[in-house]
Each structure stands twice: as C-alpha cells, then as structure tokens.
C-alpha cells in the first residue's frame, strides 16, 4: 500500500487545479435591449473565431455557443492547450418574429437582432375586406 501525500501537498493540488479550472465570470450578463422596432443582444465574442460560434434557434429559445482550442508552442518542443468554451440559452421576447432573427459579427462582438412581429392594422384589413366584396 502506497503512503498517503501530506495534506499540505495534497492542498496545494486542489488549490492549484481550481485555480487552472476555474471559470471565468462573463463580463456582463447579457440582456435583450429594446431598440426601435425590434430588441438586440450583444455578447463579448473577442477570444472566438465566426467559425467556431454556433447559433441555433430552437422553438422561442436561442442557443449560443462557442468553443476556441488554442496550441501554444514555446519553440523548445513543448507545448500547451487553451479551451475556452461558453454555453447561453436566451429566451425570444415577446412579440418577435422567430423567423426574422439575424446575427453578425464586427469587432469581437457578436450582434442578435430581433425585430417584432408586423401587426395587421384595422386599415389593411378594411382594405382586404372591400376587394373581397
């Protein structure tokens, strides 16, 4: 049977793989802002690449992913790997057209518009009404 590490070693593991692990925060949770005639969201996408975005639209939710692996090489024949990677799922406001969501990206942002549904007015339906008579 193997001996047991130290507890002060077997600590500073722990200590130190948290440390390696740990997630980061997102800077600023995002938030559908109503703009005009529609709502928008931006997300911080600096450190991804277009191609390794995702985003889905599955029923009323949104689904926006991303995943980045990077290999760092210090020019001694050693190297490393850096993944970052992020999941949100985002609810579609009320009273939008899921079929008109649209995103884009400039300047490490990732830009979801989402305008509101056209609502027939009393005149277009007057309209539609008089030539069906």
Known sequence: MEPALPMKHTSTAYKCHNKIY?????SSPAQWRKEGSGFSLTLDTKDFCPEELSVR??????HVSG?????????????????QEFRRVFDLPQGVNPEAVTCSMAGGKLYI???????LTNVTIKMFMNLLT
Do not use: M, N
């Open 57 to 62: 639209q599955v029923d009323r939710k949104l």
């Open 67 to 83: 995943k980045s692996e990077k290999k760092h090489e210090d020019g001694k024949g050693s190297y490393s790997y850096r993944t």
């Open 22 to 26: 740990q997630q980061k925060p997102l």
């Open 113 to 119: 518009q989402a305008p509101l549904q056209r609502q």
